[in-house]
Each structure stands twice: as C-alpha cells, then as structure tokens.
C-alpha cells in the first residue's frame, strides 16, 4: 500500500475502532468488525474508502471462494458498519450478496456417545470442563469464565455472566456436575477461577491470574471430536 493510502487508511481504521467502541459492541464483534476492514484493505491493497460496487463483488466472490459463509456474513455486516458509521455511504451495496438460510438440523449425538467422548479426554481440567459445559448447555467462553462465586450450590444453580448479547442468565446445576466440580477444584483450589490457567502444570493453577486459553481448549475438543456435541 502507498504511503498516502498507508495514512488515509491509518485514519479510518481508529475511526472505525473508536466507533465500535463507542457503539458498545462487544470484544468478539469489535475484532471481526476490524478484521473485515483490514481483509479488504489488503485484498486491494488500498484504503477501502472508495470501493465501487464492481470493486465489492470481486472481493465478496473471492471471500465466498475462501471462507465459511459465517466468515462472510461478518465480513458483511463489518463493512456496512465501516461504510455507515465512518464513511457515511449508502449501503445499497450490501444487496450484492445474500447468504443462503440454511434449514438443515444438526446431528444431535445420544447421551452415550457425547459420554464417551468425554471420557476419552486425558486430562482431567478439560474432561471436567466438557462435561461441565454438557450438562448445563454452556457455551465455551462461557464455561471458561466461569468462577468459584457463580456456583449456587444450596439453589442448584450457576449464574452466567455477560454471555451471548450481553445478558446475565441462570443455569441449572445437575448434582453430577456439581460433585465433579467440587472435585475437581479440590486438585487447584484456586481463590477465584473454576477452571484456572495452569499452563501445563496442575501444582501452578492455584496462583494462575487467567482461565485456561480459548484456543488450546478448542484444539483439545477438536482432537476428540467434542465440538459437535457441545455446539
């Protein structure tokens, strides 16, 4: 990218960020909203600010040709924000492309094999973690945060924070999960966190400052094919 176009770019990008920001989105939305301006930018190698629409549905074929349709549809919603909020366009361009409405139904695993997938997790931190997320129907980022003060036992519930739009909500707490949670807490007995980061080493869990990482989570339930039965 020329050094004008570098600058140009440079200048909207924080505009874009500070109008994400200011519009209260959340972490996640922020990244893929960013990461969409950034895409287009490299894919033309220029400041995306004067896109024709023969421009959008060159660089949407190509996004279609490389990417998941839900990495599409936030590329999309991504660039009519950058386009509304920081250029002040119009956004009849968003019609140059329509993700499909997919009606298929997911394959649901009986409760015999989601436990056998489980059980077939060596480390006991993520076999706890899976079955924890089963049981009470919980997203990853969601089990993850979880902390000691959001378990009721007396009430047999657990109290979700800032899960998917923001909201906090209550979950029922099976006394199965319960017991393997006091369980496993007994092995860290960490201040604050359920599931503590113990980078590798059970005996360093109880001074970790974070939760387990995201990604080596999602790699370990990858591995064992746990996805599809937690999703």
């Not at 301006?37 to 190509?62: E, S």
């Not at 950058?82 to 956004?91: D, S």
């Not at 989601?114 to 089990?143: D, H, K, P, T, W």
Request: net charge positive.
């Amino acid at each position: 990218m020329e050094q004008y176009e570098q600058e140009r770019f440079d200048q909207l990008y924080a505009q874009h960020l500070q109008a994400l920001t200011l519009q209260g989105k959340r972490g996640k939305t922020i990244d893929g909203y960013a990461r969409a301006v950034r895409r287009i930018a490299g894919f033309f190698n220029r400041c995306p600010d004067n896109l024709t629409a023969a421009d959008l549905k060159t660089y949407f074929a190509w996004m279609v040709e490389n990417y998941s349709w839900s990495s599409v549809k936030v590329d999309l919603w991504g660039l009519s924000f950058f386009f509304r909020q920081v250029l002040g366009q119009p956004m009849e361009w968003v019609e140059i492309i329509k993700p499909p409405n997919s009606r298929s139904l997911p394959d649901i695993p009986t409760r015999e094999e989601v436990q056998r997938l489980i059980n077939s997790v060596y480390r006991l931190r993520y076999r706890v973690y899976f079955f924890a997320l089963y049981s009470m129907g919980l997203r990853l980022g969601e089990g993850l945060a979880l902390e000691i003060g959001d378990i009721d036992a007396a009430q047999k519930r657990v109290h979700v924070r800032q899960s998917k739009g923001g909201k906090d909500r209550y979950v029922p707490l099976p006394d199965a999960t319960l017991q393997h949670l006091r369980r496993f807490w007994s092995s860290h007995r960490h201040p604050r966190l359920l599931f503590p980061n113990g980078n590798g080493n059970d005996s360093s869990a109880r001074t970790a400052t974070s939760p387990m990482d995201r990604g080596g989570v999602q790699a370990r339930a990858d591995s064992k094919c746990v996805t599809g039965a937690l999703a």
